[in-house]
């Protein structure tokens, strides 16, 4: 049984930083991309940053480029996002995802995480 679990959410006031980690039973992530979502009240889900499998490649949405990074430690099967100089609009819950490099959707989802940037 496949589960990502997501933590490292709460009330940040604008500016401030969060550090986001998906902890995943059931697969490898090395082997996985390992996507960032987000959804704000409202809105659509949005793709936030993914962490390719091999080669350690990012890609990240233009409305966070500079501000958040995706890592993963292998070793700890677990993929992180850290998230510097937030603002109010990021405010939403962040969902860990996975796939292979070969699908076009991702297949394994964790619960999310809210994230509250506010003063």
């Known amino acids: 049984q496949v589960q990502l679990v997501e933590s490292g959410g709460g009330l940040v006031q604008p500016g401030g930083s969060l550090r986001l980690s998906c902890v995943a039973s059931?697969?490898?992530?090395?082997?996985?991309?390992m996507g960032w979502y987000r959804q704000a009240p409202g809105k659509q889900r949005e793709l936030v940053a993914v962490?390719?499998?091999?080669?350690?490649?990012?890609n990240s949405a233009d409305s966070v480029k500079g501000r958040f990074t995706v890592s993963r430690d292998n070793a700890k099967n677990t993929v992180f996002l850290q998230m510097n100089s937030l603002k109010p609009e990021d405010t939403a819950v962040y969902y860990c995802?996975?796939?292979?490099?070969?699908?076009?959707?991702?297949?394994?989802w964790g619960q999310g995480t809210q994230v509250t940037v506010s003063s």
């Open positions: 962490r390719r499998s091999g080669g350690g490649i990012t």
């Open positions: 995802a996975a796939k292979r490099v070969w699908m076009n959707e991702y297949i394994y």
């Open positions: 059931g697969i490898t992530i090395s082997i996985y991309d």
